[in-house]
């Protein structure tokens, strides 16, 4: 069946350095694939999408490019913030079917 | 612009007793959705209802049961509490099911802190 797997984390980075968060699925077909954010006592809010093969998702400085040849969709911003502190999801969503979540990613920026 | 509203925010239960989460869209979408989050696990689907009049079980339905009231509002029940549904829970709503609608994200409550002890 359909998968997400993500990088285990948590990922530590001092302000202004450089993310990436990986990302990888499992689907037939071409499903569409997304970026949720989640901070602290909150629900997620969507980041960013894809829904097509090249396409790339941007979003508050965020990027992520829809790979199929590697069946990847990686999450990079070139200067993280404190405020960027959070838990990330990757998904996938394909034709009659509901969203399906990696486990996340804690990311913590430090000033 | 309220999106997607939950109630309660917040709810300790002993083992065995019953209650029922609310959600209510405002967003006149047709797919709702209740997810559980829980540390390691991401989230995971319990129900959705693609449309009005509809329901289908998720990844972890047991122990759980929904009713699509109408369009708007979509509520879970645990009709007998364990401790092993201690989680969080979250509702959500999107434009559509399937097909087309598979490029559309998800608007998600705030959540529902449950504790059964």
Known sequence: GNSVTQMEGPVTLSEEAFLTINCTYTATGYPSLFWYVQYPGEGLQL??????????????????????E???????????????????????????????????TTLSVSS | ?????????????????????????????????????????????????????????????????????????FSLRLESAAPSQTSVYFCASSEGAGGGGSSYGYTFGSGTRLTVV
């Open chain 1, 70 to 104: 590697t069946t990847s969709f990686h999450l990079e911003k070139g200067s993280v913030q404190v405020s960027d502190s959070a838990v990330y999801f990757c998904a996938l969503r394909q034709a009659g079917t509901a969203l399906i979540f990696g486990k996340g």
């Open chain 2, 1 to 73: 612009n309220a999106g997607v509203t939950q109630t309660p925010k917040f709810q300790v239960l002993k083992t065995g007793q019953s209650m029922t989460l609310q959600c209510a869209q405002d967003m006149n979408h047709n797919s709702m959705y209740w997810y559980r989050q829980d540390p390691g696990m991401g989230l995971r689907l319990i129900y959705y209802s693609a449309s009005e009049g509809t329901t289908d079980k998720g990844e972890v339905p047991n122990g759980y049961n929904v009713s699509r009231l109408n369009k708007r509002e």
């Open chain 1, 47 to 68: 980041l960013l999408k894809a829904t097509k093969a090249d396409d790339k998702g941007s979003n508050k400085g965020f990027e992520a490019t829809y790979r199929k």
